[in-house]
């Protein structure tokens, strides 16, 4: 039995297979260090979106608890009426 190549062009044959998954590898491990740094900025761009929603609910929240109603022309209601309402046990 006699193969129709060297063992030294086997080796360098390997050797220049793996060197060419590892540079896929680096090029991968980068990819995804890429995509995660751009998903930490966009994640902190929501935030600060968010914060200043949340800021201009708080003053509106802020601005509504300290209106004079009175004074606005709103009086307290005379009387407290309720709706009866039926008793629905079954959907048709």
Do not use: H, W
């Not at 220049?16 to 590892?22: P, Q």
């Not at 590898?25 to 979106?49: C, G």
């Not at 300290?66 to 309720?82: H, R, V």
């Amino acid at each position: 039995m006699r193969f129709s190549f060297s063992p030294t062009s086997l080796c360098f044959g390997i050797v220049a297979v793996l060197g060419v998954v590892y540079i896929g590898l680096i090029a991968v491990v980068m990819s995804y260090a890429a995509l995660t740094v751009e998903f930490s900025q966009s994640v902190r761009n929501d935030e600060s979106k968010v914060a200043v929603l949340e800021d201009q609910y708080l003053a509106n929240v802020a601005k509504i608890t300290t209106t004079d109603y009175a004074a606005l022309g709103y009086a307290l209601p005379t009387a407290k009426i309720f709706v009866q309402a039926k008793n629905v046990t079954v959907l048709r």
